[in-house]
């Protein structure tokens, strides 16, 4: 109450009243009639909560205003989060194109082709430019979440961390999980997606048990997930790090990873991978395979110390449940553990006084020469 009161002595009514405005629009069912109008109220709600990007050392009221009003400020949380689950409309069909349509249409109406010879061809149609309803949702959720005020805390991140399932949930704060989950098991993971996955991950406690408890959909979650991984060369920093996070994350459930060694993908769900095709081998197996590769990947190319860490950190986690490994797997990691043996040599060839601390924590003399570089 009272930080509501300092914000409103500074900013003028008319700043909340917009704002207030605005975010009750997302709160609104989502029909035909209204999904317009929700998206753009999202849109211009991002633009406003934005405009202490281009004026840092001044406070954006429009931000204190959204931040200040605790009441709708968790509601429109819950509703973006909610909106966020909603899949993208399908694309209108292709128009037939074929000759015998097309021959089949002109001979029906001799008048049609009069029509065709003397009016001017028709430029080809645009691309859809349905609103993203999930992803404007999801973006304005994400700024809402890790903006900073300059005249209080973020009061929008407990709310996030206390959302509940609707079956055992609180009236105002709960949405389905099961949704939830499902937009997440996309075959092709956005930036936005992947950001709001470890948000979620991290903060709600109650979400991650419930994605641990759904073992039976391990590959559904994983599989996009490390297809994205095994392009590391392509991710930017960012995009790496946050894979590498939520993959460290999902390992410190010892239930969770025996589900990946009791999955066995199908063939069709990795061609992505093109090192070796893969026979038989589990799900466990194709995590480990990609986490190698990216570490050699670090060692190699970026020198990145973390990634480098939250791989070997992932690797700790997963090794007490590993069970009938792939002839493939083992040979990657013995491989691996050569490649880590010849630069602990190196190192202690190279920094003879340190040979002992080096020996009694070679982890750190190897996580030296891979920050090295950086």
């Known amino acids: 109450g009272a930080g509501a009161g300092a914000g409103a002595e500074h900013h003028p009514p008319l700043v909340f009243h917009v704002v207030a405005g605005l975010m009750r629009l997302p709160q609104l069912a989502v029909v035909p009639c209204t999904r317009d ?23 954006n009221p429009f931000l204190a205003a959204a931040q200040l009003d605790r009441r709708r400020l968790s509601l429109t949380v819950t509703a973006l989060l ?55 949702a999801t973006c304005l959720l994400l700024a809402l979440f890790y903006a900073q005020p300059k ?6 991140r407990p709310y996030l961390s206390k959302i509940s399932d609707v079956s055992e949930g609180q009236a105002d704060l709960c949405v389905s999980y099961d949704a939830l989950f499902q937009s997440l098991c996309t075959p092709t993971w956005s930036d936005l997606q992947l950001l709001l996955c470890y948000t979620l991950f991290y903060h709600n406690s109650e979400f991650l048990a419930y994605v641990f408890s759904r073992v039976g959909d391990v590959d559904q979650l994983l599989l996009p997930l490390l297809a994205r991984l095994y392009e590391a060369d392509a991710c930017a920093d960012f995009v790496l790090h946050t894979l590498i996070a939520i993959l460290l994350i999902l390992s410190q459930e010892h239930q969770y990873i025996d589900a990946w060694f009791d999955c066995t ?8 991978y093109t090192d070796r095709i893969l026979k038989g081998a589990c799900l466990g197996d194709v ?20 990634v480098a860490h939250t791989c070997l950190a ?14 493939y797997t083992s040979q990657r990691l013995v491989a691996v553990l050569i490649l880590l043996a010849r630069q602990h040599a190196k190192l202690q060839a190279k920094y003879p006084r340190a040979s002992g601390s080096g020996a009694a924590n070679g982890g750190l003399g190897v996580g030296a020469g891979v920050g090295g570089g950086g």
């Open 265 to 272: 993908p199908t063939p069709t769900s990795l061609t992505w």
């Open 151 to 156: 005249l209080h805390r973020n009061f929008a």
């Open 287 to 306: 995590v480990t395979l990609v986490l190698l590769r990216t570490y050699q990947y670090t060692l190699k190319s970026t020198h990145d110390r973390f």
């Open 314 to 327: 992932t690797l700790c986690n997963i090794a007490p449940r590993m069970v009938r490994l792939h002839a």
């Open 82 to 136: 909610a909106l966020s689950t909603i899949p993208a409309p399908a694309p209108p069909p292709a128009p037939d194109t074929s000759l015998v349509s097309n021959l089949v249409g002109v001979l029906s109406s001799p008048w049609s082709l009069f029509q065709a010879a003397l009016s001017p061809p028709r430029p080809a149609a645009p691309a859809s430019t349905a609103p993203t309803l999930s992803t404007d």
């Open 37 to 59: 109008c929700i998206v753009e109220a999202m849109r211009a709600l991002l633009v406003l909560l934005s405009l202490d990007i281009r004026v840092p050392e001044r406070a």
